[in-house]
């Protein structure tokens, strides 16, 4: 992995329906067809910088919006993954594309989901690469590491050590370095952790991501407790999940549980893959936006018939 934060992309800022902010940058080659990409939690639309050189190399346009309060994106009030929709529709005809396709990582993945439920007519192709599912049940978090289980719970009985846990303030200002913790992580993950590269660049996200403060992802991640109001099997666009086999962030488990629900989806399995499988190897991304998938497991789904 060698993402660069040198020469950062412009930042573009939209105006929505009722004079909203919305920001966002792109990656690759600006003349393709837009795939639009959805950060984590926390993150922001620096988080294609790790995409950027892949992206142009295969001749994809990604484009990286902040989610309603991240970075530079105005916040929308009240709670709920379908608070982005408005801004996938604004974002779309901004970039004068009626659909496109649709990537969520990670913590993006509810807002993806709640998007290609509300407008299936704008979204060719639905991918979720290793994304938190709203509602899961807790046995598929079995796998979780530790301190990622306890975050998931502070989040929802105290907030108040939950905040600053997040934002990496107080007495969690030490956790910043990571060393401490590395040992709790897949080992595909600590060795990227590691690399000087992605802790430049996990600083450049982070820093972005808390620029409003921290209530969007108190936010996110309270609300992947709660099931969307709408059920999985009502996704009707092509859904592909990609996932870690390794991931203790968000386990695998996760992915096998939605992709049972939604008929026709496939799963691609990254053996060894941690969670930030993407950053060692994109490709298995990059061949779902430009051709047949290879060197990964495919399973196919049945419309919840496992």
């Not at 079995?142 to 990496?168: C, E, F, H, Q, S």
């Not at 956790?175 to 080992?187: Q, T």
């Not at 709660?226 to 488990?253: K, Y």
Request: hydrophobic share 40%; charged share 20%; with cysteine.
């Amino acid at each position: 992995m060698t993402p660069s934060v040198q020469d950062l992309p412009e930042t573009v800022r939209l105006t929505a329906p009722g004079g909203r902010r919305i920001a966002y940058c792109s990656y690759g080659d600006p003349a393709a067809p837009p795939v639009i990409v959805l950060h984590g939690t926390p993150g922001s639309r620096f988080e294609g910088v790790a995409l950027r050189q892949a992206a142009t190399d295969a001749g994809l346009h990604l484009v990286c919006p902040d989610r309603p309060g991240y970075g530079e994106t105005d916040p929308v009030p009240g709670r709920g993954f379908h608070r982005w929709n408005g801004d996938f529709v604004t974002l779309l005809d901004h970039l004068g594309h009626e659909r496109a396709p649709l990537v969520a990582i990670s913590g993006g993945g509810g807002y993806a989901l709640s998007a290609a439920q509300t407008h299936p007519e704008r979204v060719t192709k639905l991918i979720l690469a290793c994304a938190a599912v709203p509602g899961a049940p807790r046995q598929a978090y079995a796998r979780r590491i530790p301190i990622v289980k306890w975050l998931d719970r502070l989040v929802r009985w105290a907030p108040v050590i939950a905040r600053p846990m997040l934002a990496g303030t107080g007495i969690f200002k030490r956790m910043k370095s990571r060393e401490p913790h590395l040992d709790a992580w897949p080992l595909a993950d600590q060795l990227i952790m590691k690399e000087p590269e992605f802790q430049e660049l996990s600083d450049l996200d982070t820093t972005e991501a808390r620029r409003q403060g921290m209530d969007a992802a108190m936010a996110d991640l309270a609300g992947y407790s709660r099931p969307l109001p709408d059920p999985l099997n009502s996704i009707s666009v092509p859904t592909v999940f990609i996932h870690g086999e390794a991931d203790g962030n968000v386990p695998i488990e996760v992915a096998r549980w939605a992709h049972a629900q939604i008929d026709g989806a496939a799963l691609r399995t990254v053996p060894d893959g941690g969670h930030l499988f993407l950053l060692a190897d994109p490709d298995p991304l990059l061949r779902e936006l430009t051709g047949p998938h290879r060197g990964v497991t495919v399973v196919k789904g049945d419309g919840g018939q496992h």
